[in-house]
């Protein structure tokens, strides 16, 4: 009789396929043959890619912007020359991922001056990492209300200024300015920016530019993400387009007199200009003879 090892080690088998899955699988819908991911992968959750209501497209835009690295233009124009869909579309999809939170655009003004698009890409909306690090932190004593001070208003960038600021050139001004919300409702204006905004406006109808054409100019090639500061917008366009002055006209030449024809004075025979027969001037100089 062999010896018996009770110390030794037990083998392991390994599962079957049934033990693993033990539920057969179904006979209708999809089935999964997956394998595990160990590079080039992105982790998307189930509440994006399976939002009841969110379209299709907004969903792929999300989890291709998911999926870029930092730094990778996602504006309109970009996505549209990479997928098949066209701007229209594609900037529905985004307005779509902004309203449910998984995309967050704001416009910024570099210190040159340029507007650009900064883009926020949230994988699960709510929960920012910023969010996290203020909730971790210490709370500072609240201050007493007599401290507290108004949030200070960003100054508006300084706009041209017309050669003579007459009453009725800034009223005209004010009336183009007001008139931009009926062309887009993200130009509506308080009354104190278009104060600030009206010589602007009046130094290119100074320049002889028609309030349709100024209009226009103002209007034209908006960008599609929202005017956190239209008035700002505004301003910046009115300076960096600013029209060059009309070119000076030259003087009208003078009138010359009219020439008349040649007259025989009545008085003394001599022949002058006049319009009309008559004396001459010595003539109706001339004092009266006495009777």
Not at 35 to 62: D, P, W, Y
Not at 96 to 116: M, N, P
């Amino acid at each position: 009789m062999d010896a018996q090892h009770p110390n030794a080690p037990v083998l392991t088998t390994s599962r079957t396929p049934d033990e693993d899955h033990p539920h057969e699988q179904p006979l209708a819908g999809v089935v999964h043959d997956n394998v595990r991911h160990t590079e080039s992968f992105t982790v998307v959750g189930n509440h994006l890619v399976q939002h009841k209501e969110m379209s299709l497209l907004a969903i792929g835009l999300a989890c291709y912007i998911q999926s870029v690295r930092q730094g990778t233009s996602v504006d309109i124009k970009t996505l549209a020359a990479r997928f098949p869909e066209g701007p229209t579309r594609i900037a529905a999809g985004l307005r779509e991922l902004e309203k449910f939170g998984y995309l967050q655009r704001t416009c910024t003004r570099t210190s040159t001056g340029r507007i650009v698009t900064r883009t926020v890409s949230c994988n699960r909306p709510g929960h920012s990492r910023s969010g996290a690090a203020r909730e971790t932190a210490p709370r500072r004593p609240a201050r007493r209300a007599d401290q507290e001070k108004p949030p200070s208003r960003k100054r508006l960038p300084a706009v041209p200024q017309p050669s003579y600021p007459a009453p009725a050139l800034l009223q005209a001004a004010v009336d183009v300015l007001t008139g931009l919300r009926r062309r887009d409702p993200r130009l509506l204006l308080s009354a104190t920016d278009a104060e600030h905004l009206a010589p602007g406006v009046a130094a290119w109808l100074e320049r002889e530019i028609a309030p349709t054409a100024v209009r226009h100019a103002l209007t034209e090639n908006l960008p599609d993400e929202p005017l956190i500061r239209p008035a700002a917008f505004l301003a910046h366009r009115l300076t960096a387009q600013l029209p060059p002055p009309p070119p000076i006209r030259p003087p009208a030449p003078p009138v010359p007199e009219p020439r008349h024809p040649f007259q025989t004075c009545d008085g003394c025979d001599r022949s002058f200009r006049a319009p009309a027969p008559g004396r001459c001037r010595d003539c109706r100089t001339d004092p009266p003879e006495a009777a």
